[in-house]
């Protein structure tokens, strides 16, 4: 898995409007199965819906500074996915330090993807460790800049 292949244009929501945790994962998954993975026939937005619920029930995936990087595992994909949100109003995502989330990285992987998922959630945590880039998430104006941002970093920590 190269930098390159974690994340990707269409893998951009900006400015979602959600309620709960359940329509935040309603509209990551269908983004997933509608621009990501369109030609999947065995990829279900239900299934990928219960696997989210089903980690965040385990524990919070959200790790402060308004940030949450929610993963799962699922049958039937073959390689990992990404979905960047950042969200209109910020969620309650019970983090571990009380802070509403904003930014959002949905990882998706294969269920037998130890070490690709494990290195995901690495490069995805190195990417939003830094306040300023944080903050230039959230200023940018369009999914284009923000992808833009991802892109650049991605691959300034490659080189």
Partial sequence: MSSE???SA?????DL???SLKQLFQDVAACIVKTLAPMDATLCER????AALERERLGSTGVGNGVAVPHARIEGIDRVMTV??????PLDFHSVDDRAVDLIVFILAPESAGSVHLRALAKVSRLLRSQDM???LRAAPTAEA???LISDNQRATAA
């Avoid at 269409?10 to 900006?14: A, K, P, S, Y």
């Avoid at 299934?47 to 219960?50: A, E, G, M, T």
Wanted: charged letters at 25%.
């Fill in 5 to 7: 292949d974690l994340f």
């Fill in 10 to 14: 269409e893998g951009v929501l900006i």
């Fill in 17 to 19: 409007h959600v309620t």
């Fill in 47 to 50: 299934d990928i819906i219960n």
């Fill in 84 to 89: 960047f949100v950042r969200l209109e109003t």
């Fill in 134 to 136: 944080r903050q230039r």
């Fill in 146 to 148: 923000v992808f833009a």
